[in-house]
């Protein structure tokens, strides 16, 4: 059985930064492309960050320059580096796996207060 588990997320200032981790179990990560996505309340589910099993990364314009994707295959993780957070970032975070099959973690709150 395939999991994927976000851990990292919480409440925090204006400002402030945040580390998210996502864990994977019952898939080899190194074969997987892999994402954080991310959904506000109301809104549409959103690429935030990407990076390919070659190392490609990509951002969404929101978060270039404050964000950073990362991965260590090795421990079957993938990371989310959030810096300078505004209110506008908070919402529910999604680690995101994708090979023949796409799978989904169960998502982390992250909370930016003004």
């Known amino acids: 059985q395939v999991q994927l588990v976000e851990s990292g997320g919480g409440l925090v200032q204006f400002g402030g930064s945040l580390r998210l981790s996502c864990v994977g179990s019952?898939?080899?990560?190194?074969?997987?492309?892999m994402a954080w996505y991310r959904q506000a309340p109301g809104q549409q589910r959103e690429l935030v960050a990407s990076?390919?099993?070659?190392?490609?990364?990509a951002y969404a314009d929101s978060v270039k320059g404050r964000f950073t994707i990362s991965r260590d295959d090795a421990k079957n993780k993938v990371y989310l580096q959030m810096a300078s957070l505004k209110p506008e970032d908070t919402a529910v975070y999604y680690c995101?796996?994708?090979?023949?099959?796409?799978?989904w973690g169960q998502g982390i709150q992250v909370t930016v207060s003004s």
């Open positions: 019952g898939i080899i990560f190194s074969i997987h492309d």
């Open positions: 995101y796996a994708l090979a023949e099959y796409e799978y």
């Open positions: 990076i390919t099993t070659n190392g490609r990364i």
